[in-house]
């Protein structure tokens, strides 16, 4: 079975850049996260859609990133303007449903990341 | 306060030993708790869910204490292949059963 796949894999822009990712997640997972991981802290939920509705996005920053699931499957991430503090890894990540479990078909499963570096 | 707080590390092992990670969690309605593992430079991957009854497999074993807030990960017999970051993981619950990512603890198993 594939896997959640993001693009691109690596980026590097110069602050006040915009930057778009893409994200794909695994067939038929209806639920789809966008994660920033800042190194040495843990990943921290910017954006949940479940199918093409948005159930959170209280910690996105609103003015300068925004982020679409166009008919419930694709996703894309767009920093506009980006500023230095947005260097991290964006992962994407995908579930079945709301409910995750291991071991079990409702598991989470991360995509590889794209590392963002703003310079 | 972090809402799941971890002690970073880095926890040093020599091979066989045993280690025990702790996470302690600040949101008493949190439903659901997990380990996930992340090795260097790949993405997290969900190690094990945690259960008040404990919960064991192979040489892992998780437990959770709902009184206390309180998360537990004991690796028994380390290996090499052991060492990564280990984050804890809450789940919030709700409408969107928003996950919480602890900051991680790295364990490095010295041969």
């Known amino acids: 079975e594939a896997g959640v796949a993001q693009s691109p894999r690596y980026k590097i822009i110069e602050k006040r850049q915009s930057v778009a990712f893409w994200c794909n997640p695994i067939?038929?997972?209806?639920?789809l996260y966008w994660y920033q991981q800042i190194l040495g802290q843990g990943p921290k939920l910017l954006i949940q859609?479940?199918?093409?509705?948005?159930?959170?996005d209280s910690q996105l920053p609103k003015d300068r990133f925004s982020a679409e699931r166009l008919k419930g499957v694709d996703s894309t991430l767009k920093i506009q303007p980006a500023k230095l503090e947005d260097s991290a890894v964006y992962l994407c990540?995908?579930?079945?449903?709301?409910?995750?479990?291991?071991?079990?078909?409702?598991?989470?499963?991360f995509g590889p990341g794209t590392r963002l570096t703003v310079t | 306060r972090k809402e799941v707080e971890q002690d970073p590390g880095p926890f040093n092992v020599p091979e066989g030993a045993t280690v025990a990670f702790n996470c302690t969690y600040s949101?008493?309605?949190?439903?659901?708790f997990f380990w996930y593992r992340q090795d260097c430079r790949k993405e997290p991957k969900l190690l094990m869910s945690v259960y008040s009854s404990g919960n064991e497999d192979g040489r892992f074993t998780a437990q959770l204490n709902r009184a206390s807030q309180y998360i537990s990960l004991l690796i028994r017999d380390s290996k090499l292949s052991d060492s990564a970051t280990y984050l804890c993981?809450?789940?919030?619950?709700?409408?969107?059963?928003?996950?919480?990512f602890g900051t991680g603890t790295l364990l490095a198993v010295q041969p």
């Open positions: 993981v809450v789940n919030r619950g709700g409408a969107t059963n928003k996950l919480i």
């Open positions: 067939s038929g997972h209806a639920t």
């Open positions: 859609f479940q199918n093409n509705g948005v159930v959170d």
């Open positions: 949101n008493s309605a949190s439903q659901s």
């Open positions: 990540a995908s579930s079945l449903g709301l409910q995750i479990v291991a071991g079990g078909p409702y598991e989470q499963y």
